[in-house]
């Protein structure tokens, strides 16, 4: 159980266009997703938090207009990154809380395989 | 500001022997800690968390110590095996508003054969 999945897993465009990458998650119910960004060999950083129904809160540094998420359903969570540039290219990874230990000690995130945008 | 540090970015261990990473972090009000393993182009794979109402937990070959007063854990792995090799990251979280993770900058272990 917990699967999150990620679609595409990987993706190439020009620069100047927009993109969208999905974040679901298969067998359980997601109030809160999250998205992060990883460089190669750095850390992962969190880029925003995804509520269903709510506005995404976005990381200090995050540019909302460029990075928009969308989280419209328990399940459904995506990343749209607008006239994307080659800075852009990254590895992208959701996760997902478990809407069923909301609140609990299990406080356990589960990862999405990732996805890899290179813009050209 | 790196709230979160993992100060060796690598680590070579013999299979078989111990492997200890460590994190150490800032914010005193972080009450949960995990440990995440990844591989390249790979979501992250949870791995053990713990409390901070405790100091050590166990799951098989995997144990993390908490020392609150230095804010402070470490992962052990006993005994190390080659499939082990993977980047660790560490993350602590509050477990109240958002819930989000602040992650370690990673130690990638390499266990040799």
């Known amino acids: 159980g917990a699967v999150v999945s990620q679609h595409p897993s990987w993706v190439i465009c020009k620069s100047g266009t927009s993109v969208k990458i999905e974040c679901r998650s298969l067998?359980?119910?997601?109030?809160?997703m999250f998205w992060y960004r990883q460089f190669p060999k750095q850390s992962l950083m969190l880029m925003a938090t995804?509520?269903?129904?709510?506005?995404?809160?976005?990381e200090q540094g995050v540019e909302k207009d460029k990075f928009l998420i969308n989280h419209a359903s328990l399940t459904l969570s995506t990343l749209t990154v607008t006239s994307a540039h080659p800075e852009d290219s990254s590895f992208y990874i959701c996760?997902?809380?478990?809407?069923?230990?909301?609140?609990?000690?299990?406080?356990?995130?589960?990862f999405g395989p990732g996805t890899r945008l290179t813009v050209l | 500001d790196q709230q979160v540090k993992q100060n060796s970015p690598s680590l070579s261990v013999q299979e078989g022997r111990i492997s200890i990473l460590n994190c150490d972090y800032t914010?005193?009000?972080?009450?949960?800690f995990l440990w995440y393993k990844k591989y390249p182009a790979e979501g992250p794979t949870f791995l053990i968390s713990?409390?901070?109402?405790?100091d050590k937990n166990e799951d098989g070959r995997f144990t993390v110590f908490l020392n609150k007063s230095a804010k402070h854990l470490s992962l052990h792995i006993v005994p190390s095996q080659p499939g082990d090799s993977a980047v660790y990251f560490c993350?602590?979280?509050?477990?109240?508003?958002?819930?989000?993770?602040?992650f370690g900058t990673g130690t990638r272990l390499k266990v040799l054969a």
């Open positions: 996760s997902a809380r478990d809407f069923g230990v909301a609140g609990g000690v299990n406080n356990e995130q589960f």
């Open positions: 067998d359980f119910q997601a109030t809160t």
């Open positions: 995804s509520n269903e129904g709510s506005k995404a809160t976005y």
């Open positions: 914010n005193s009000m972080f009450d949960y």
């Open positions: 713990i409390s901070s109402i405790k």
């Open positions: 993350a602590a979280s509050l477990t109240s508003g958002t819930y989000k993770y602040i």
